[in-house]
């Protein structure tokens, strides 16, 4: 389940990016760079014994978000701030090529000091995605391999 869920975010991940053309260069890095941090993320969660999502979860998951690296700062007032890919599944079951999301927040109170932290986000219902995406109705574009 795990794979397939890999395979849409390293291939279609780096096949977006190639369809972007030339553009930026630096820009492009980027993204491909996000793109395989969020693969390893994935691989590293289902290797460990006691954090892994299971299978059950995933067979029913709508959409699945990966965002590695989230910073968390804070003095008193904090802030927090990740970038990321989201994966949706289309009525056929095939998943659709990631699209690129950032999670910002902040916060005020007693707080003190910094923490980085992968995030992985498994949606089970379609209105749980339009909620993140901020877009009713979202429809995929379909993962071809």
Known sequence: ???AIQRSFAVGGLAALAALGAASAFAGNRE???VLTA???????QKMPDQFAPDWLLARAYGIAVIPNVIKVGFFAGGRRGQGLLSVRDQSGRWSDPVFVSLTGGSFGWQAGVQSTDIILVFTT???VDGITG????R??????
């Open 1 to 3: 389940m795990i794979s």
């Open 32 to 34: 491909e760079a996000r």
């Open 39 to 45: 693969t390893q993320v994935l691989e590293e969660m």
């Open 126 to 128: 379609r209105s749980s």
């Open 135 to 138: 877009i009713a109705g979202y």
């Open 140 to 145: 995929p574009r379909p993962w071809t391999s």
